[in-house]
């Protein structure tokens, strides 16, 4: 039976690659986002727009049209970064990020609970900034945080859907070269998502809530 994955965020960068991977791998894909974009679109992808994951109202749209759908891969790659340091903190900035990289992917993963098949396995897509051991820099305060929130959620859900038969990992999917970096990283988008499918691969109730580097580096809390 063919598998079903379903990626937030999927319109560019790393979610369009993951998109890439998988259906490259046989999977029937369902790209989440807000817009699509011709790439998106052109993938072969089923392509749910008007996703604001963030939002209640986007949570609805994508349970409505999931009707009926089974999820053997949920992958929350959706993410934002905002460049904020000390003396220069915006209050709404560092809401929207809490928003969407922790709240987000926690309320995603709750609302497609009952389209989890039995074996289903969830990603988050984490960062290594959101280690409070590899701080070595300071600065991003709203970015760390909101990862080290989505590292804590994501145990919690390792935890809770264990019984499910629910695997969760936390990965962080390298410096990678995206519109969110202004291509600054040192591996593509396209290697970046073969990476985290091998993470993904090895996932299982025996590693679930663990944090991976992509590369298969264990990460520090």
Excluded at 10 to 37: D, H, K
């Amino acid at each position: 039976m063919t598998k079903t994955v379903l990626i937030t965020g999927a319109n560019r960068g790393i979610g369009l690659a993951l998109v890439r991977e998988y259906l490259g791998r046989g999977w029937q894909v369902i790209g989440a986002c807000r817009q699509a974009s011709a790439e998106l679109q052109d993938s072969g992808a089923r392509v749910i727009t008007q996703v604001d994951v963030s939002s209640r109202e986007g949570l609805s749209t994508l349970r409505r049209e999931l009707q009926g759908s089974r999820i053997d891969l949920l992958i929350n790659n959706a993410g934002i970064l905002r460049n904020d340091s000390l003396g220069q903190l915006d209050d709404a900035d560092l809401v929207q990020q809490f928003l969407v990289n922790a709240l987000a992917p926690l309320r995603v993963t709750e609302a497609l609970l009952e389209h989890l098949a039995e074996g289903a396995k969830v990603a988050m897509i984490t960062s290594r900034m959101g280690s409070m051991n590899d701080n070595g820099s300071g600065g991003y305060y709203g970015y760390r945080m909101s990862k080290a929130a989505l590292n804590a959620a994501g145990v919690s859900l390792a935890r809770d859907l264990q019984a499910r038969g629910v695997a969760v990992a936390l990965l962080h999917p390298g410096f990678v070269q995206t519109d969110m970096v202004n291509h600054a990283g040192d591996i593509s988008a396209t290697e970046a998502a073969g990476r985290l499918a091998q993470r993904i691969d090895a996932l299982t109730l025996e590693n679930s809530g663990a944090f991976w580097h992509s590369n298969g580096e264990a990460l520090a809390w």
